[in-house]
Protein backbone atom coordinates (compact mmCIF):
# COMPACT_ATOMS: atom_id res chain seq x y z
CA UNK A 1 0.00 0.00 0.00
CA UNK A 2 1.08 3.54 -0.62
CA UNK A 3 2.21 5.76 2.34
CA UNK A 4 -0.02 8.73 0.70
CA UNK A 5 -3.62 7.27 1.02
CA UNK A 6 -5.65 9.42 -1.66
CA UNK A 7 -9.42 8.90 -1.37
CA UNK A 8 -12.65 8.77 -3.73
CA UNK A 9 -16.24 9.28 -3.12
CA UNK A 10 -18.77 8.18 -5.23
CA UNK A 11 -21.84 10.83 -4.51
CA UNK A 12 -25.25 9.53 -4.72
CA UNK A 13 -27.74 12.20 -5.65
CA UNK A 14 -31.50 11.95 -7.35
CA UNK A 15 -33.72 14.75 -8.87
CA UNK A 16 -31.33 17.09 -8.24
CA UNK A 17 -30.73 16.60 -4.73
CA UNK A 18 -28.18 14.94 -2.35
CA UNK A 19 -29.03 11.88 -0.68
CA UNK A 20 -27.97 11.73 2.95
CA UNK A 21 -25.60 8.52 2.45
CA UNK A 22 -23.29 10.89 0.24
CA UNK A 23 -22.71 13.48 3.32
CA UNK A 24 -21.87 10.16 5.57
CA UNK A 25 -19.25 8.62 3.24
CA UNK A 26 -17.79 12.16 2.86
CA UNK A 27 -17.65 11.87 7.30
CA UNK A 28 -15.95 7.81 6.43
CA UNK A 29 -13.74 9.30 3.91
CA UNK A 30 -12.30 12.38 6.70
CA UNK A 31 -11.90 9.71 9.25
CA UNK A 32 -10.17 7.57 6.76
CA UNK A 33 -8.01 10.25 5.79
CA UNK A 34 -6.71 11.06 9.65
CA UNK A 35 -4.88 7.97 9.35
CA UNK A 36 -3.90 7.87 6.42
CA UNK A 37 -3.17 11.33 5.47
CA UNK A 38 -3.51 12.04 1.54
CA UNK A 39 -6.57 13.96 -0.92
CA UNK A 40 -10.25 13.09 -0.43
CA UNK A 41 -11.86 13.98 -4.17
CA UNK A 42 -16.20 13.38 -4.39
CA UNK A 43 -17.22 12.67 -7.81
CA UNK A 44 -20.37 13.64 -9.01
CA UNK A 45 -21.63 11.72 -11.91
CA UNK A 46 -24.91 13.26 -14.07
CA UNK A 47 -26.35 15.77 -16.43
CA UNK A 48 -27.42 18.38 -14.34
CA UNK A 49 -25.31 18.45 -11.65
CA UNK A 50 -23.86 21.83 -10.97
CA UNK A 51 -25.75 22.91 -8.27
CA UNK A 52 -25.09 19.42 -6.51
CA UNK A 53 -21.54 19.36 -7.23
CA UNK A 54 -21.54 22.91 -5.96
CA UNK A 55 -23.59 22.09 -2.39
CA UNK A 56 -21.19 18.78 -1.67
CA UNK A 57 -17.91 21.30 -2.25
CA UNK A 58 -19.43 23.81 0.50
CA UNK A 59 -21.27 21.37 2.96
CA UNK A 60 -18.46 18.79 3.13
CA UNK A 61 -15.49 21.12 2.20
CA UNK A 62 -13.82 18.25 0.18
CA UNK A 63 -12.96 19.20 -3.45
CA UNK A 64 -15.71 17.67 -6.02
CA UNK A 65 -15.57 16.34 -9.72
CA UNK A 66 -18.14 17.05 -11.31
CA UNK A 67 -18.72 14.24 -14.31
CA UNK A 68 -20.95 15.58 -16.85
CA UNK A 69 -22.21 13.41 -19.08
CA UNK A 70 -25.02 14.06 -21.74
CA UNK A 71 -28.32 12.41 -21.26
CA UNK A 72 -27.24 10.55 -17.59
CA UNK A 73 -30.16 12.16 -15.96
CA UNK A 74 -30.50 9.35 -13.72
CA UNK A 75 -28.19 6.18 -12.18
CA UNK A 76 -27.71 3.98 -14.68
CA UNK A 77 -25.26 0.79 -14.02
CA UNK A 78 -23.26 0.80 -17.51
CA UNK A 79 -22.68 4.63 -17.60
CA UNK A 80 -21.51 5.04 -13.89
CA UNK A 81 -19.19 1.85 -14.48
CA UNK A 82 -17.56 3.68 -17.57
CA UNK A 83 -17.62 7.07 -16.02
CA UNK A 84 -16.03 6.40 -12.78
CA UNK A 85 -13.30 4.03 -14.55
CA UNK A 86 -12.55 6.75 -17.15
CA UNK A 87 -12.29 9.60 -14.46
CA UNK A 88 -10.68 7.70 -11.89
CA UNK A 89 -7.51 5.90 -14.38
CA UNK A 90 -4.37 6.58 -13.51
CA UNK A 91 -4.30 8.90 -10.30
CA UNK A 92 -4.09 6.23 -7.71
CA UNK A 93 -6.31 6.24 -5.76
CA UNK A 94 -6.13 3.72 -2.68
CA UNK A 95 -9.83 3.61 -1.99
CA UNK A 96 -12.71 3.65 -3.53
CA UNK A 97 -15.77 4.82 -1.51
CA UNK A 98 -19.68 3.83 -2.64
CA UNK A 99 -22.62 3.79 -0.83
CA UNK A 100 -23.86 0.70 0.57
CA UNK A 101 -27.59 0.94 -1.25
CA UNK A 102 -29.05 -0.21 -4.09
CA UNK A 103 -26.46 1.67 -6.50
CA UNK A 104 -23.34 1.04 -4.70
CA UNK A 105 -24.10 -2.39 -4.67
CA UNK A 106 -24.35 -2.87 -7.97
CA UNK A 107 -21.65 -0.86 -9.07
CA UNK A 108 -18.89 -1.31 -6.55
CA UNK A 109 -18.35 -5.27 -7.07
CA UNK A 110 -18.33 -4.65 -10.75
CA UNK A 111 -15.62 -1.84 -10.83
CA UNK A 112 -13.50 -3.70 -8.40
CA UNK A 113 -12.84 -6.59 -10.72
CA UNK A 114 -11.97 -4.35 -13.64
CA UNK A 115 -9.75 -2.35 -11.19
CA UNK A 116 -8.45 -5.88 -10.03
CA UNK A 117 -8.88 -3.93 -6.60
CA UNK A 118 -9.96 -5.38 -3.41
CA UNK A 119 -13.79 -4.95 -2.55
CA UNK A 120 -15.16 -4.70 1.38
CA UNK A 121 -18.81 -4.49 1.46
CA UNK A 122 -20.94 -3.22 3.89
CA UNK A 123 -18.44 -1.48 6.59
CA UNK A 124 -19.65 -0.47 9.86
CA UNK A 125 -16.62 0.56 11.38
CA UNK A 126 -13.03 1.73 10.85
CA UNK A 127 -9.89 2.05 13.22
CA UNK A 128 -6.32 2.04 13.11
CA UNK A 129 -3.74 0.02 15.10
CA UNK A 130 -0.10 -0.63 14.35
CA UNK A 131 -0.21 2.05 11.16
CA UNK A 132 -3.28 -0.43 10.06
CA UNK A 133 -5.95 0.16 9.41
CA UNK A 134 -8.88 -2.16 10.01
CA UNK A 135 -12.47 -2.32 7.87
CA UNK A 136 -15.47 -3.50 10.14
CA UNK A 137 -18.23 -5.11 8.91
CA UNK A 138 -21.41 -7.73 10.11
CA UNK A 139 -20.91 -11.11 9.49
CA UNK A 140 -23.15 -14.73 10.19
CA UNK A 141 -26.32 -12.31 9.72
CA UNK A 142 -25.00 -9.60 12.18
CA UNK A 143 -24.10 -12.13 15.20
CA UNK A 144 -20.44 -11.48 14.63
CA UNK A 145 -18.06 -8.41 13.26
CA UNK A 146 -15.53 -8.94 11.51
CA UNK A 147 -12.12 -6.61 11.22
CA UNK A 148 -10.59 -6.89 7.60
CA UNK A 149 -7.42 -5.34 6.36
CA UNK A 150 -6.74 -4.80 2.75
CA UNK A 151 -3.72 -5.67 1.13
CA UNK A 152 -4.23 -4.40 -2.41
CA UNK A 153 -2.97 -1.68 -3.96
CA UNK A 154 -6.56 -0.47 -4.95
CA UNK A 155 -9.95 -1.25 -2.21
CA UNK A 156 -12.94 -0.79 -3.25
CA UNK A 157 -15.66 0.17 -0.29
CA UNK A 158 -19.65 -0.10 0.01
CA UNK A 159 -20.32 2.36 3.22
CA UNK A 160 -23.26 1.70 5.36
CA UNK A 161 -25.64 4.66 5.66
CA UNK A 162 -26.53 6.02 8.88
CA UNK A 163 -23.43 5.32 10.34
CA UNK A 164 -20.34 7.32 10.11
CA UNK A 165 -21.95 10.93 10.84
CA UNK A 166 -20.69 14.86 9.37
CA UNK A 167 -19.68 16.38 12.45
CA UNK A 168 -20.88 19.46 13.45
CA UNK A 169 -18.82 22.67 14.89
CA UNK A 170 -17.28 25.16 12.78
CA UNK A 171 -18.37 25.87 9.15
CA UNK A 172 -15.48 24.20 7.17
CA UNK A 173 -14.12 25.99 3.64
CA UNK A 174 -15.48 25.02 0.88
CA UNK A 175 -13.55 22.83 -1.65
CA UNK A 176 -12.98 23.19 -4.70
CA UNK A 177 -15.19 22.26 -7.86
CA UNK A 178 -13.68 20.91 -11.31
CA UNK A 179 -15.17 19.95 -14.03
CA UNK A 180 -15.21 17.26 -16.52
CA UNK A 181 -17.17 16.75 -19.53
CA UNK A 182 -17.80 12.77 -21.68
CA UNK A 183 -19.97 12.35 -24.34
CA UNK A 184 -23.68 9.75 -23.46
CA UNK A 185 -22.18 6.70 -22.33
CA UNK A 186 -23.98 3.13 -24.70
CA UNK A 187 -24.68 0.40 -23.34
CA UNK A 188 -26.96 -2.72 -22.98
CA UNK A 189 -28.65 -0.94 -20.32
CA UNK A 190 -31.23 2.73 -20.84
CA UNK A 191 -33.08 4.00 -17.92
CA UNK A 192 -36.65 4.69 -18.81
CA UNK A 193 -37.19 6.87 -16.11
CA UNK A 194 -38.08 6.73 -12.02
CA UNK A 195 -41.18 5.17 -11.14
CA UNK A 196 -42.24 6.39 -7.30
CA UNK A 197 -44.45 4.31 -5.00
CA UNK A 198 -47.40 5.22 -4.45
CA UNK A 199 -47.63 7.32 -0.89
CA UNK A 200 -48.49 5.03 2.16
CA UNK A 201 -51.30 6.54 4.22
CA UNK A 202 -49.40 4.69 7.28
CA UNK A 203 -46.67 7.29 7.18
CA UNK A 204 -44.06 5.15 8.52
CA UNK A 205 -41.41 7.85 8.22
CA UNK A 206 -43.72 10.47 10.36
CA UNK A 207 -44.95 7.88 12.92
CA UNK A 208 -44.28 7.77 16.70
CA UNK A 209 -43.93 4.08 17.10
CA UNK A 210 -43.50 1.38 14.87
CA UNK A 211 -44.37 -2.33 14.95
CA UNK A 212 -41.72 -4.13 12.26
CA UNK A 213 -42.08 -7.45 11.42
CA UNK A 214 -39.29 -9.67 10.15
CA UNK A 215 -38.88 -13.31 8.83
CA UNK A 216 -39.03 -14.58 12.00
CA UNK A 217 -42.58 -14.08 12.41
CA UNK A 218 -43.07 -17.15 10.86
CA UNK A 219 -46.03 -16.70 8.19
CA UNK A 220 -48.25 -14.47 6.82
CA UNK A 221 -51.15 -15.35 8.89
CA UNK A 222 -48.83 -13.89 11.62
CA UNK A 223 -49.08 -10.43 10.10
CA UNK A 224 -52.41 -9.87 11.72
CA UNK A 225 -50.56 -9.91 15.04
CA UNK A 226 -48.28 -7.49 14.44
CA UNK A 227 -51.28 -5.13 13.18
CA UNK A 228 -52.80 -5.73 16.16
CA UNK A 229 -49.88 -4.71 18.54
CA UNK A 230 -49.60 -1.86 16.38
CA UNK A 231 -53.21 -0.64 17.01
CA UNK A 232 -52.73 -0.31 20.47
CA UNK A 233 -50.43 2.95 20.64
CA UNK A 234 -51.68 6.32 18.94
CA UNK A 235 -49.29 7.62 15.70
CA UNK A 236 -48.06 4.06 15.05
CA UNK A 237 -47.26 2.09 11.78
CA UNK A 238 -46.54 -1.26 10.61
CA UNK A 239 -43.12 -1.84 8.71
CA UNK A 240 -41.41 -4.43 7.70
CA UNK A 241 -38.04 -5.88 6.36
CA UNK A 242 -37.27 -6.52 2.97
CA UNK A 243 -37.78 -10.31 3.35
CA UNK A 244 -41.51 -9.43 4.23
CA UNK A 245 -41.75 -6.98 1.24
CA UNK A 246 -40.30 -9.45 -0.99
CA UNK A 247 -43.10 -12.45 -0.49
CA UNK A 248 -45.91 -9.47 -0.25
CA UNK A 249 -46.99 -9.58 3.17
CA UNK A 250 -46.35 -5.53 3.07
CA UNK A 251 -46.06 -3.21 0.40
CA UNK A 252 -42.36 -1.72 -0.30
CA UNK A 253 -43.46 1.56 0.86
CA UNK A 254 -43.09 -0.07 4.26
CA UNK A 255 -39.66 -1.32 4.15
CA UNK A 256 -37.27 -0.34 6.55
CA UNK A 257 -33.34 -0.54 5.95
CA UNK A 258 -30.74 0.33 2.97
CA UNK A 259 -32.70 -0.47 0.06
CA UNK A 260 -36.14 1.27 2.07
CA UNK A 261 -36.77 4.31 4.41
CA UNK A 262 -34.95 5.52 7.54
CA UNK A 263 -36.87 6.25 10.51
CA UNK A 264 -36.12 7.22 13.71
CA UNK A 265 -39.51 6.37 15.72
CA UNK A 266 -39.75 6.88 19.69
CA UNK A 267 -40.44 3.24 20.08
CA UNK A 268 -39.40 0.46 17.77
CA UNK A 269 -40.70 -3.07 18.07
CA UNK A 270 -38.86 -5.39 16.13
CA UNK A 271 -40.63 -8.82 15.85
CA UNK A 272 -38.87 -11.68 14.74
CA UNK A 273 -35.88 -8.95 12.94
CA UNK A 274 -32.77 -10.71 12.83
CA UNK A 275 -30.98 -7.73 12.91
CA UNK A 276 -29.18 -7.54 9.71
CA UNK A 277 -27.10 -4.20 8.84
CA UNK A 278 -29.51 -3.86 6.01
CA UNK A 279 -32.17 -3.30 8.75
CA UNK A 280 -30.35 -1.99 11.12
CA UNK A 281 -29.09 0.53 9.20
CA UNK A 282 -32.63 2.25 8.87
CA UNK A 283 -33.92 2.17 11.97
CA UNK A 284 -30.90 3.24 14.59
CA UNK A 285 -32.11 6.65 14.88
CA UNK A 286 -35.29 5.14 16.84
CA UNK A 287 -35.40 6.22 20.31
CA UNK A 288 -35.98 3.06 21.94
CA UNK A 289 -35.85 -0.30 20.08
CA UNK A 290 -37.88 -3.45 22.05
CA UNK A 291 -37.18 -7.36 20.23
CA UNK A 292 -39.33 -10.25 20.48
CA UNK A 293 -37.01 -13.08 19.05
CA UNK A 294 -36.97 -16.66 20.23
CA UNK A 295 -33.16 -16.76 19.42
CA UNK A 296 -31.60 -15.50 21.88
CA UNK A 297 -28.55 -15.03 19.68
CA UNK A 298 -30.29 -12.61 17.40
CA UNK A 299 -27.72 -9.23 16.28
CA UNK A 300 -31.21 -7.47 16.83
CA UNK A 301 -30.49 -7.84 20.62
CA UNK A 302 -27.35 -5.64 20.16
CA UNK A 303 -29.47 -3.02 19.18
CA UNK A 304 -32.02 -3.05 21.47
CA UNK A 305 -33.30 -1.48 24.63
CA UNK A 306 -35.10 -4.40 26.10
CA UNK A 307 -34.66 -7.97 25.00
CA UNK A 308 -37.70 -10.40 24.75
CA UNK A 309 -37.05 -13.66 23.91
CA UNK A 310 -40.11 -15.19 22.81
CA UNK A 311 -42.15 -16.70 20.10
CA UNK A 312 -44.35 -13.59 18.47
CA UNK A 313 -47.08 -16.28 18.86
CA UNK A 314 -46.74 -16.55 22.68
CA UNK A 315 -45.78 -13.11 23.59
CA UNK A 316 -48.03 -11.03 21.63
CA UNK A 317 -51.41 -12.54 22.60
CA UNK A 318 -49.98 -12.56 26.30
CA UNK A 319 -49.13 -8.64 26.01
CA UNK A 320 -52.23 -8.03 24.34
CA UNK A 321 -54.58 -9.51 26.85
CA UNK A 322 -52.60 -7.58 29.72
CA UNK A 323 -53.17 -4.25 27.75
CA UNK A 324 -56.89 -4.74 27.21
CA UNK A 325 -56.83 -5.87 31.24
CA UNK A 326 -55.47 -2.64 32.43
CA UNK A 327 -58.08 -0.53 30.16
CA UNK A 328 -60.59 -2.59 32.32
CA UNK A 329 -58.64 -1.72 35.61
CA UNK A 330 -58.59 2.25 34.22
CA UNK A 331 -61.63 2.68 33.14
CA UNK A 332 -63.64 5.58 34.93
CA UNK A 333 -66.78 4.13 36.78
CA UNK A 334 -70.59 5.42 35.83
CA UNK A 335 -71.29 8.40 37.81
CA UNK A 336 -73.57 7.48 40.81
CA UNK A 337 -77.17 7.10 39.61
CA UNK A 338 -76.05 6.33 36.17
CA UNK A 339 -76.18 3.18 36.17
CA UNK A 340 -78.55 1.19 33.55
CA UNK A 341 -81.49 -0.43 35.32
CA UNK A 342 -82.41 -3.34 35.16
CA UNK A 343 -85.60 -3.72 34.75
Known amino acids: MTE ?3 IAVIASHAEGRILPETMDLAAF ?5 NGRPGTVEVLVLGEDI ?3 AEEIAIQAGLDVRAVFCSGLAAYSFDAYLALILKTLAGKG ?3 ICAPQNSQGQEYAPALAALLKA ?3 SGV ?3 FFEGGTVFFQKDVFGGKLKANMDSCAETTVLTVQPGIFRPEGGSPVSPGRVTREEYESVSGKIHPSGIQKAPADAAGIVEAKVIVAAGRGIGNVENMPLVHRLAEIFPKSAVAGTRIVCDR ?13 ATVAPALYIACGISGASQHVAGMRGAKFVVSINKDPQAAMFNESDVCVVEDIETFIPLLLEIFRHQQNVNAVPSA ?3 EKSGG
Open 248 to 260: GWLPYSRQVGVTG
Open 4 to 6: KCN
Open 93 to 95: FSY
Open 336 to 338: PGN
Open 29 to 33: AKRLQ
Open 50 to 52: EQI
Open 118 to 120: GCI
Open 124 to 126: NGL
